[in-house]
């Protein structure tokens, strides 16, 4: 059987390789790996987080750790390539556009094997996030991409890929947001760190918001972190919010002295069960997220994503989504049209029908056989 790495380097990763490694489960013509960089060393990824995604350990912890861009991009190219020499797999599958993705990628094709790329042809035109300078490259050296919207189909072929190696095949996170959705009406969510917020916004009507902000263009710039918190005070006078906050965001809220008011709840950072129980049935979200964007439009979600573009327009095109900028008074305005009940009605694209990884699996099969 062929053998194939499944890179992940970063939390959000495990969540796009569960379904891959599902499907690969339930067939005999491909075997893999999971590779986990250690990009992001996360502790609370221990045996429960992975029982979570119904997924196993990783097979190969490789450490890299943090550093620059520059330091982390080469650990993680020099450990790969070692793994790879050693052992040949048939193929190597990236994930995403985290700084894993890029030097995994690299290091592959460098040895001539191919590279196959999960949520290829996303472009946000911004050259000053470097997820774009990943998928860029990454792009450039794939065998195989597996695209998940029309726009990425589109940005694939003006860059001269060629038409057989792009695979339309819908969104892995999508198939994870949908698989742990319906796991959740089986779990016990009363000992999740929020839900005694939601249990006492039930008793009041069950309407509230949550909030996710973690993009440096955001939280590292006080004018601008100063302004959407001004709005987001208040959106709060007009319905409850929590917000689970990053790190960064949260010692970034304390250096340039924003008060975010009594109506907003702060919290650490979520597991993803418990992150999902909460924003689930929220009544919008308000966020920079990426992966947010896809799984709130997967579910239906209200979603108002603060920030001047997206990778992923299908989400607003088409979905739950709106992109409103960094305006507070634009960012008001949409959350109080979903207050009064008239915010965007969306829909869940072509092909996010929880099934993406099996048609990934197979054109895997038949290109490795």
């Known amino acids: 059987m062929s053998l194939i790495y499944l890179v992940a380097g970063a939390r959000p990763n495990f ?13 005999t013509a491909l075997t893999f790996k999971i590779v986990h960089t250690g990009q992001h060393y996360d502790r609370d990824m221990n045996q429960v987080f992975f029982e979570e995604l119904g997924i196993p350990q990783p097979d190969i912890f490789m450490g890299a ?15 790969f390539e070692e793994l790879c020499i050693a052992e040949r797999p048939a193929a190597v599958l990236v994930v995403g556009d985290v700084n894993s993705t890029l030097a995994c990628s690299i290091a592959a094709k460098k040895l001539n ?37 029309p726009s990425a189909v589109t940005h694939l072929e003006r860059e001269g890929k060629s038409a057989s190696a792009i695979h339309y095949v819908g969104h ?39 909030i996710t902000l973690h993009r440096p263009s955001n939280v590292d710039n006080a004018e601008t972190m100063t302004r959407i918190a001004g709005a987001l005070k ?8 929590i917000f689970p906050v990053h790190p960064r965001t949260r010692a970034n809220l304390a250096s340039f002295g924003i008060d975010l008011g009594p109506n907003i709840t702060l919290v650490g950072p979520q ?24 799984e709130t439009t997967a579910l239906g979600v209200p979603c108002i994503t603060i ?9 607003v095109d088409e979905g ?50």
């Open 113 to 149: 094997i191919p590279v196959a790329h999960v949520e290829a042809g996303l472009r946000s035109g911004d050259m000053t996030m470097p997820e774009e300078i990943n998928r860029l490259v990454t792009d450039s050296i794939t065998d195989w991409f597996f695209v998940t919207e």
């Open 271 to 294: 597991a993803y069960m418990a992150f999902l129980n909460l924003w689930k049935d929220a009544t919008v979200i308000l966020t920079d997220s990426g992966g947010l964007q896809e």
């Open 307 to 315: 920030r001047e573009n997206t990778e992923r327009p299908v989400t």
């Open 15 to 27: 969540m796009k390789i569960a379904p891959i490694v599902r499907a690969l489960q339930a067939q």
């Open 320 to 369: 739950s989504n709106v992109l409103v900028g960094t305006d507070p008074a634009r960012i008001v305005l949409e959350a109080r049209k979903v207050l009064r009940g008239e915010g965007k009605q969306g829909r869940r694209p072509h092909l996010w029908d929880g099934k993406a990884a099996e048609r990934i699996v197979a054109v895997l099969a038949k290109e490795l056989a």
């Open 234 to 241: 208040e959106i709060a006078a007009d319905i409850p919010l």
């Open 65 to 79: 750790g943090g550093g620059s861009h520059a330091q982390q991009t080469a650990k993680i190219m020099v450990a």
């Open 172 to 210: 892995v996170m999508v198939d994870n947001v949908l698989f742990q959705a319906d796991k959740l009406t089986a779990t016990d969510t009363s000992g999740f760190e929020t839900s005694p917020f939601k249990a006492a916004q039930a008793e009041k009507g069950g309407r509230y918001g949550v």
